[in-house]
């Protein structure tokens, strides 16, 4: 059984002038365990909403999503928000790291709300992205690149099952942006996280093997021709 | 990380806020706990001072006004009464002991009591405790022209054991009704934290006899303090009906902390009226706590709304503002004891000053604990509104920085 399995998802949403805009339209998509997988499409094609539908972020209109054996749409809120806290972690195309706590505390926050806090490894996850002497500092004090790694740090924290990915080197030049990739890549590998990764950045995808246009996956998506 | 982290970094990144709105509460918690207790003990203090004595005898008129003259040296006296009233009751079978006072002057605005020495000798000014002068000093000879000084005036006058000075004519200060007459000061008494160390007490007659008093009244007295024998509520009784229904010259103020009790109870309104400015300071606090919070929730949508991405469940958040707003309010009424004792020691020292009675700052009082454990409830319930905004953000359109 794949990791990840959603059928016939659908969500939209009610435009400005009260029409509704159907955003995501999914007939089958999967994830299976271990595996990484790039996703390319335009900004604005629904792929942020494809990642919080998976998350749990988002209700789906319909359909299903089928994350580590339970049926997202069955649970509770509170059953979707601990699903996600234990199995999924989130790099955020804005990081969103919490300004008024130290790399150390952003990774210490995310366990609690998940396996429960262990100091050592965040430390350890820390020191892996290259910032094992940046643990007391915040965010502000730390470069746009940096800052990312401590959210994939933080994404790794409560050694999820899926990592998700939201255009992650779309704050960072081409090189960093290559490096920050990598990395996220290489430490997914390392914790046995499969990777969905959603980007518009063909250069920064085309270090995977294989990628997937979100048009393909998303039947409101505009076509796109892959590079 | 707990959820006590959550709230302390929030109180630390809203510092300001947090201060003021902190303060707010103290100020609330301390006046709620001092008008309490300024109301409880003072109640107490003021019904259960009697100078040892059971009922004070004097002319007709208001039975408080002549206990306040009497017991408390305050107020006017309502008359005087002769010679003849004071030995009359002195005879009394239901009588233990009767004091005669005599009012009429001051020295620098400190009233002059005259007495005999059988208010030092023979009277108790509380259970077991008698009046006692500083070492070097002794209680007045009757025929002479000498003072026994309260323990607040020889410290606010800074009278010495062979000082002498002039009594001036009135209750009120007058340079210029000064009296010819010389004392000199032979005792200070040891503090009794009670009216008596806010006098200057000398011989009867050293009143009486005072130049310029009118000569046909050198026999007369102001009050007699009255001591039941057995402190007798049937002799009290049957005092109370024969001066107060059968007479119509005297009054028998008996007994006097139910006199005392009954001016407590004229001045409710103004209890009332402090105690409800006291709950509307508190209920602007909570208001303040409420505002405070409920405003600084929309700059924190982004930050709530990463908690919830992260794992945070809505009951977490809510619990985390809540748990803030009770944390304010926490500090505030931790803060709120130094107001409280900053208020007290105003308060006890200007009823030191006016009535010689003494407030004890630190006494417990039960507001002292279900004061703070109110207003921390209070905030928190304040803490529900914004609580519940924050319960309510919707994480998808708030992850979004907001510019």
Known sequence: MPLLEISQLKKSFVGP??????????????????????????????KTTFLHLIAGILRPDSGSVLLAGQQMSQLKESQRDRLRASTIGYIFQNFNLLQGYTCLENVLLAMSFGRGVNRGFAESLLQRVGLGDRLQH???????????????????????????????????????????????????????????????????????????????????SPREVPA | ?????????????????????????????????????????????????????????????????????????????????????????????????????????????YRLVGTTPDFFDKSQYASGKRFKVMPGGRFFDPTLREAVVGNFVARRLGLKLGDTFHPYHGLIFDEKNQHSETYLVVGLLEPSNTPADRVIWIPLEGVQKMTGHDPNAAEDISAVLVKLKGGSALGGFQMDMMYNKQGNRLTFAWPIGQVIAGLFDKLGWFDRVLTLVSYLVAVVAAGSILAAIYNSINERRREIAILRALGARRVTVFAAILLEAASISALGACAGFGIYGFIMMIASEVIRAQTGVVLEIFKFDSVLLWGPGALVALGALAGAVPAFRAYRIEVAQNLAPIS
């Open chain 2, 1 to 109: 990380m707990t959820i006590w982290s959550i709230v302390w970094k929030s109180l630390r990144q809203h510092a300001l806020s947090t201060c003021v709105t902190a303060l707010c509460v103290a100020l609330a918690a301390g006046l709620l706990m001092s008008v309490w207790s300024v109301e409880d003990q003072s109640q107490a203090a003021f019904t259960g001072i009697n100078a040892g004595f059971d009922a004070v005898l004097g002319a007709r008129g208001s039975k408080l006004q002549l206990v306040l003259n009497a017991i408390f040296h305050v107020e006017s006296s309502p008359g005087n009464l002769a010679w003849s009233d004071y030995l009359d009751i002195q005879k009394n079978p239901n009588v233990a002991l009767a004091v005669p006072l005599a009012v009429g002057d001051n020295y620098r605005g």
């Open chain 1, 138 to 220: 915040y965010p502000r004090q730390l470069s746009t690149g940096q800052q990312q790694r401590v959210a994939v740090a933080r994404a790794l924290a409560n050694r999820p099952k899926l990592v998700l990915a939201d255009e992650p080197t779309g704050n960072l030049d081409q090189r960093n942006g290559r490096a920050a990739l990598a990395l996220i890549r290489q430490t997914c590998h390392e914790n046995n996280a499969a990777l969905l990764i959603v980007s518009h950045d063909r250069e920064a995808l085309s270090q995977f093997d294989h990628v997937q246009l979100f048009s393909q996956i998303n039947q409101t």
């Open chain 1, 17 to 46: 002038e009260g029409d509704e805009q159907r955003i995501i339209d999914v007939n089958y998509f999967t994830v299976a365990s271990k595996t990484q997988i790039a996703l390319q499409g335009e900004s604005g094609s629904g």
